[in-house]
């Protein structure tokens, strides 16, 4: 009989400090909050809404619409871009968040096209993230698309150097050749990562180089397309021909960064020189031109 | 009873377990009131925190005229003072938002564009279509790029007139992504590469100079725009500067010297005009204008020796000078501090009338050149040119022994010619005389010594004394036709006289006075009837207007001169006695009648006076026989 009075007494502290803690969860939503009002509690010692932070932080400056941001004007965008990065690299490396990874990832895919060597930061935040489909695509596809681009300038090269004065002896092989390459393209195309804006380009410039080739009605027309077409390649190719050096020679790349994503960098040369190879069986180069 | 007693009195027991619960309810009571007040004053605390930074937060976006995050901050802080019930908190943050004018405008859905308000959606729409033309910008900037790469520069310069104008428009925001002045750059670059490609076709179609004005046109360009592009800088300049020193080669071959040479210093002075080009490019197109410059020196001076060479035998002292005057402009294309030492003198030179002597000066002259230049220019070749002009002097210097004696045998042939023609002329031998000077101009001429001016102004002279002696032959014979026409005349040889005065006409030169002489004694000759019946038409008219008096007409016809005799008097006059026949005829208004008479006339004439002065007439009738009518009428002057 003693004991109920303790009993009770426990219970009602038990059901007063739990419902006092649900009042406290009800009365901050954090969800319901920006990333800056998320930081401004984070500096006020809620370190456990670090995660939150990187998250609204990226959402915030990598989905915010370019027109808002404008209109805020530049330094807050960039402002936020140094936070979303620095929130997501804590979270990253304190929590091992693979979200935070992952925005990293998106947020150095935007910059590589102008800095190509950022492309160390991305992949390893392409690893950090263990977004499989990303990586197989990576690896497999746009390395594939890499070394196709690099084969088909060099046997473009090749063509224009050997048999300037002769292309009508050849007509056919050459078009094989680019058939094979457009095909390739079109097939690799929904798979492609890195490179999807510029294999859309790549693919038209094929079918204007084909359809040109079978309208072409002398050797020196021909040398003419073919020229232009190299030019143009060479062209919309330069960021694919960045990557790829820097893939072939990674030394320049952050170092911390290097040790941690050379398998990735391995594998993706390995495919490129596999496909490289597939291609390099062809009418060129067996010795068969006219 | 008992069920009472037992149901309403409490055991000790139970009286222990209520107070108990009962305590326990009242501390559980004061413990949950304890616990909300304190979460509660928690979450009051967090959002009095977020509304005060917030508003700090606002108000600095404020003040640095950010007015959409400062709005933006302001609800959120307003909001939050709001949840955190800090209502004085929400009225400063109220005031605030109505006190400014551009938070208000926010508030009513506008935005700042370009230094006005406008309505966000506007705004939006206008922010997309910079965005595309951004995107737009990107592909036109690959096409211009790739048509740049293919050499495709019309059509490059097209695409960035394109991007510029698309940027212009859209600059408000593309602006930090695209650089107007690298898209100028570009188009400029793009402008000049297609002017290049121009230069290039011209420089292919071998027109040389033109290329050359318009890779000028470009580097000068790239000079105006700062266009620092070194390499296409040092290909143009390099271009320039061959298509000089091609256009020089063109000239050499067309033996345009002075042109060629021209060539040559324009495409030196480009060469070191726009400093793009590198030192290893520089110093090759410098040896190649070395050896195009070098080639034209041997080919132009070899020339000159093959002129020299042409002239040698010739003698020709005109030729001469015009291949020193042509050798003189030839070395001024090399008018190094070495110059041709007879550049000044040459017209002195050429007064010197000595063919071999010209030569020997300007060869010697040339010589002395080549030596200097040897070592200026470093040719070594000329040693072989020196020797050359040696050579072509030794032989100048030999034919000017040769022509020194056969100088002085002509000097006395001719001298010889000459004296005999004079000697001739002073015999009156004219025919002789005119043989003999022939003889002397046919020697000049056949001499080499001919294109001297000496010799043609000695043929001249001897051309003249010719002429004259000519002229003397014409005088003679006119003298002789005049004496004869004057005795023929005297002798009453009209007809005669008349054929002799043809004569003059072969002769020729009617102006002077003995041809006028002549001339005047042939009208005298073939008029002399005249005279004759003008004298007596004089005398009949009088006589025969007393002998019928009535008015009547004389007409005096069918004359014959039987007799003519004349005198001189003195140099200028000639007197005249005329004895004809001639028959009168008389009409007046009653009767025709015929008169034949012999009539004697004499007359003067003058040659300075020109006219036919009367002196005496006398006229008979013939009767046929005296018998048969009136005595014969006689009338005339009386003496």
Partial sequence: MIRMPVVSFAMVIIIMLASACSRQDAAINYDELTAEELEILYQQGHRNILNKLCDAYAKWYLERPEAEWWLDGSEYKREAGLKFVDYCQKAYSLENNKKAADHLRSYYLSLIDKQPLYLGEFIFYLKGSENTKIYESFVEYDSHFVALIEHSVMMIDKILSMNRYKFSDNTSEMIALFDRYRKDLKRIEPNLFMFSAEIRLIISMFDNLIESLGKARSDFEMGWIIGEFRGQIKTVGTFVTNISRIIDNPESLNKDILVKISDILAVFKQNKEKYFKQYAVSFLEEGTMK | MIFKKESFSLSRKRIVFIAGILTALIFGLFLYIAFHLKISRTSHYTYGVLAKELRKRGEMALKAGSYTVARRFFERAMFFANSGKLFSLERELRKILEGSEEL?????????????????????????????????????????????????????TLIYEEIIKKYDEAS????????????????????????????????????????????????????????????????????????????????????????????????????????????????KLEAKITEVFRRLYFSSIKQCQNFISGIIYSGDVQKTCSVLEYVINIFK???????????????????????????????????????????????????????????????????????????????????????????????????????????????????????????????????????????????????????????????????????????????????????????????????????????????????????????????????????????????????????????????????????????????????????????????????????????????????
């Avoid at chain 2, 910008?137 to 050499?151: D, F, Q």
């Avoid at chain 2, 188009?187 to 590469?193: Q, S, T, V, W």
């Avoid at chain 2, 004869?484 to 007809?495: P, R, V």
Wanted: glycine share 4%.
């Fill in chain 2, 104 to 156: 208000k405008k926010i508030g009513q859905g506008m935005v700042p564009f370009q230094g006005a308000w406008v309505k966000k959606e506007e705004f939006l729409r206008n922010y997309e279509n910079a965005r595309k033309t951004g995107e737009d910008l990107v592909m036109l900037n690959y096409k211009a790029t790739a048509a740049i790469a293919e050499g495709n520069y019309a059509e490059a």
């Fill in chain 2, 172 to 283: 408000w925001l593309i602006g930090s992504e695209f650089d107007r002045d690298k898209l100028m750059f570009n188009y400029r670059k793009a402008l000049l590469l297609k002017e290049k490609k121009k230069g290039d076709k011209l420089f292919d179609s071998r027109a040389f100079e033109e290329a050359a004005a318009l890779y000028i046109g470009i580097l000068k360009n790239m000079q105006e725009y700062n266009l620092k592009e070194i390499e296409l800088c040092g290909e143009i300049q390099s271009s320039l500067v061959n298509a000089f020193i091609e256009s020089a080669v063109v000239k050499l071959t067309a033996q345009d010297w002075h042109g060629s040479k021209e060539m040559l210093d324009r495409a030196r002075e480009e060469l070191f005009l726009w400093k793009c080009m590198q030192s290893e490019t520089m110093d």
């Fill in chain 2, 333 to 639: 294309l090399f008018d190094n501090p070495n110059r041709l030492s007879i550049q000044m003198g040459s017209s002195e030179l050429c007064a010197q009338e000595r063919h071999y002597r010209i030569l020997e000066v300007l060869i010697t002259g040339i010589i002395e050149k080549l030596q200097k230049d040897r070592s200026f220019y470093n040719f070594d070749e000329i040693k072989n040119l020196e020797t050359l002009f040696q050579n072509t002097l030794s032989l100048v210097r030999d034919r000017i022994e040769k022509e020194q004696a056969a100088r002085n045998e002509f000097a006395d042939k001719l001298i010889v010619l000459e004296e005999r023609a004079k000697r001739s002329v002073r015999e009156g031998k004219y025919e002789e005389s005119l043989r003999l000077y022939d003889e002397a101009i046919r020697f000049i001429r056949s001499s080499p010594f001919r294109g001297e001016v000496k010799y043609v102004a000695k043929i001249e002279e001897l051309n003249a004394a010719q002429n004259k002696i000519t002229e003397e032959i014409k005088r003679g014979k006119k003298e002789k036709i005049l004496t004869s026409m004057e005795q023929l005349l005297m002798e009453g040889k009209l007809e005669e006289a008349v054929r002799i005065s043809r004569d003059l006409h072969q002769i020729g030169d009617l102006t002077d006075a003995t041809a006028k002489r002549i001339l005047w004694l042939r009208d005298l000759a073939q008029n002399m009837r005249v005279y004759f019946a003008d004298e007596i038409k004089g005398e009949a008219v009088p006589f025969f207007s007393r002998l019928y008096r009535k008015e009547l007409k004389i007409k005096i016809e069918d004359i014959s001169i039987q007799k003519l005799s004349g005198r001189k008097v003195g140099s200028q006059c000639f007197e005249f006695c005329v004895l004809g026949l001639a028959n009168i005829y008389i009409e007046t208004s009653q009767r025709l009648a015929a008169y034949p008479f012999t009539c004697e006339v004499n007359i003067k004439t003058c040659y300075d006076l020109m006219r036919i002065t009367h002196q005496s007439l006398k006229c008979r009738e013939n009767k046929v026989k005296s018998s048969l009518g009136q005595e014969p009428i006689f009338f005339g002057t009386q003496e």
